[in-house]
């Protein structure tokens, strides 16, 4: 079956029906249920809770608890780099922004514009510069965190569909990551501005970040900005930025500069929060 048809379904669905009831669900205690649900969860994905700073999962009081679990001090320590990665998943795609297009899946691309909810001349920052898409898969560790230290010039929510973000509909969905919900988050980095966005899906039902809290919901419906003064907020590098209540995807974007990324870093490559990204080229 080709991946257009397999993702059909999901033009059907009624996916922001989906997405309210279960993010209803996941944020209600709901006592010896909730336990059983996590359990079952565990076990279908195989999430390794040796790492969580609770492993036990009748600690978690919701399921969004769970999801968005901390992990034990030194599960992820952090590497020498000028980029660390922010989370834990896989490569989706890496590579050169070519021109102002971002490549997707094999004939599937996008531009840097569209992803930023269509401001012409923050994109333009990007153009022939560098992109990382990293999926968190629902075994993964759902946190994200600073790739370097960066200074909050800029927050975007831009309202967008709500289709699944896995490899499978990133192949048959056209221009999947600029369509779907996100909130685009825009730094000043020691080497320039960079822009970090959290791309919703189905199920996913809202995202946050550190200094703001829970973004959506509200769904509002139309786009929304909030600009913050220099210094206002200020994270170092691998401090948490935001999270995720059940999973999605993560788009890096870099501006044109000498940035070379990490060898091993290729399609369906696991990853870790924490290991090296990328070094930038004097």
Known sequence: MSDRLAVLPQYLLPKRALTQWAGRFASVPRGAMTTRVIERFIRRYGVNMSEAAHPEPSYYQTFNDFFTRELRPGARPLAQADLICPVDGAISQCGPIIGSQIFQAKGHQYSAEALLGGD???????????????????KDYHRIHMPCEGVLRRMIYVPGDLFSVNPTTARGVPGLFARNERVVCLFDGLKGPFALVLVGATIVGSMATAWHGVVNPPRLGALKTWDYAPGQVSLKQGAEMGRFLLGSTVVLLFPRSGLGFNPAWAPAAPVRMGEPMGQFRA
């Open 120 to 138: 012409a001349s923050e994109a333009a920052r990007y153009e022939g510069g560098h992109f990382a898409t990293i999926y968190l898969s629902p």
